[in-house]
């Protein structure tokens, strides 16, 4: 991830589902990420996924973070970072 | 702050972990839809009887009732869908209904006889893959196959749609009824499966028809052939020999009549929108034309699901019945009564003990026996 101004947008060939208290991350089409398994997210994770909208910048969702998880704005930009970093790898995001 | 990372997992362990995470609350994870009653083929041995030409006067789901259906239980929590039938793939829609579960995020499971699979479904399932595909192959033999399915060439276009499915790597399992028609083939099937690189499974026990008739049922196999085959099948054989260890280490005592997971974390909707416990299980139903899904898996199920034996029930005091398929859905499709002992399924059951059950099981049989005397 580079300028705090980037915009993302998720890809529809990964769709979430909340079921109980699990976020999953459902792969459906060929071509992303590793259809034999699911992804699970966390409730940051889970935050920041729904805030990946198309709209908000990195920046945006990094202000969100900070202020739901009152933790350091140092410390959310490098889970953010990496995060926003492994969504791409395996397709479930793409930069607008 | 935890951090945001995405652990992947198989989802045989997601499965697992959900389970155990929600014990004891019933959650609708999986449900099976029935998209059509309707099928080309015409096998001796099918629940659906004459259904199976369409009912006249009933109206299948529309597209758009699907879909509506669809959103309801995704909002419960399904997630495990299985599109069966009759045949599924005989709905001009089935593409668009299969696609619109996908894009909700369902694990999709499709039942099918194979037969209809074209190299374009063939191509379009392989771009929106399923979770899983089974097909029943009735015979190794063109002659047995079709004694079963009741229709010529049927073997042929089964073959052909197991290769386009093979062809592109799809997650595929196939499986057979054993019956007095293909009893001699099973283990040919299993081969041919086998070396295909696909899972294979079988099924013995053949339930009556849902309509009350009791063709099917002239097709089951006699249970000592039923518990031949299972001793003909190693890894099976051990699989029911623990099962055989654990039921009878400490026999249950069953508070309800329903002793599976049917209207606990699972559900069956039927072509016209009848929401019911489960596949064999559907004498009462909800309508889900007329109520939503969840006034029926809230307040209808478990009505249902939560019925008590009766005092006079003979099945329930039965040291065997967690061994035993009894259960209200069978009695009621066999005898038109939920707590009528199914004789097929009880000599099964005894016959299993004996040959697959543990020698302490055999000792205290033994015992309880001479004290009786």
Same mark, same amino acid.
């Given at each position: 991830m580079g300028s705090s101004q980037e915009i993302y947008r998720q890809d529809g060939s990964i769709v979430s589902r909340r079921i109980e208290d699990e976020v999953i991350l459902v792969p459906i089409r060929q071509n992303v990420a590793d259809l034999e398994s699911i992804y699970t997210l966390n409730e940051v994770g889970a935050l920041i996924w729904e805030e990946i909208d198309g709209q908000r910048t990195t920046a945006e969702i990094l202000a969100l973070t900070v202020e739901e998880f009152e933790v350091s704005e140092e410390e959310a930009q490098k889970d953010l970072t990496e995060f926003i970093e492994q969504l791409s790898s395996i397709g479930a995001i793409t930069r607008v | 702050m935890e951090c945001p990372h995405i652990p992947k997992i198989s989802y045989g362990q997601f499965g697992k972990r959900l389970r155990e995470k929600i014990a004891g609350k019933r959650v609708p994870l999986a449900g099976s839809l029935? @998209? !059509?009653?309707? $099928?080309n083929l015409r096998c001796v041995? $099918?629940?659906l009887g004459d259904a199976r030409a369409g009912i006249p006067g009933k109206n299948e789901l529309s597209y758009g009732e699907i879909c509506d259906l669809l959103d309801q239980t995704v909002d419960e929590g399904c997630l495990w869908l299985l599109l069966t039938g009759g045949e599924p793939l005989l709905r001009p829609d089935f593409l668009e209904i299969y696609t619109y579960a996908k894009k909700r995020g369902f694990l999709v499971t499709l039942f099918t006889n +194979?037969? @209809?699979? !074209?190299p374009q479904i063939a191509d379009y399932l392989q771009e929106w893959r399923p979770f899983k595909v089974e097909i029943s192959l009735y015979g190794r033999t063109k002659e047995t196959y079709e004694r079963v399915t009741g229709v010529p060439g049927s073997y042929e276009r089964c073959l052909r749609g197991i290769e386009l499915l093979l062809e592109r790597g799809l997650p595929l399992r196939l499986k057979t009824v054993a019956i007095t028609l293909n009893k001699h083939e099973i283990w040919a099937i299993k081969e041919y499966a086998e070396g295909l690189g696909a899972n294979f499974y079988f099924d013995a026990m053949i339930n009556a028809g849902l309509? #009350? +008739? #009791?063709?099917? !049922?002239?097709f089951r196999l006699a249970p000592e052939e039923v518990v031949q085959l299972d001793l003909g099948d190693a890894q099976r054989a051990d699989e029911l020999r623990d099962f055989c260890k654990r039921a009878l280490r400490s026999p249950s005592k069953p508070e309800y009549s329903y002793l599976c997971g049917a209207g606990v974390h699972s559900f069956h909707i039927d072509t016209y929108g009848l929401l019911s416990v489960c596949i064999i299980s559907r004498h009462r139903s909800h309508d889900l034309r007329r109520g939503s899904f969840h006034e029926g898996w809230q307040e209808f199920i478990p009505q249902v699901r939560y019925q008590r034996a009766s005092d006079g029930s003979q099945c329930n005091q039965c040291e065997l019945i967690s061994l035993c398929g009894q259960c209200p859905g069978w009695a009621q499709l066999e005898h038109g009564d939920q707590e009528a002992r199914v004789e097929f399924l009880c000599q099964v059951a005894h016959l299993r003990a004996e040959t697959l059950g543990p020698p302490m099981w055999e000792r205290s049989r033994t015992e309880a026996s001479e004290a009786t005397v």
């Open positions: - | 029935e @998209l !059509t009653f309707r $099928c041995h $099918c629940y +194979g037969t @209809l699979i !074209t309509d #009350g +008739g #009791g063709d099917p !049922t002239k």
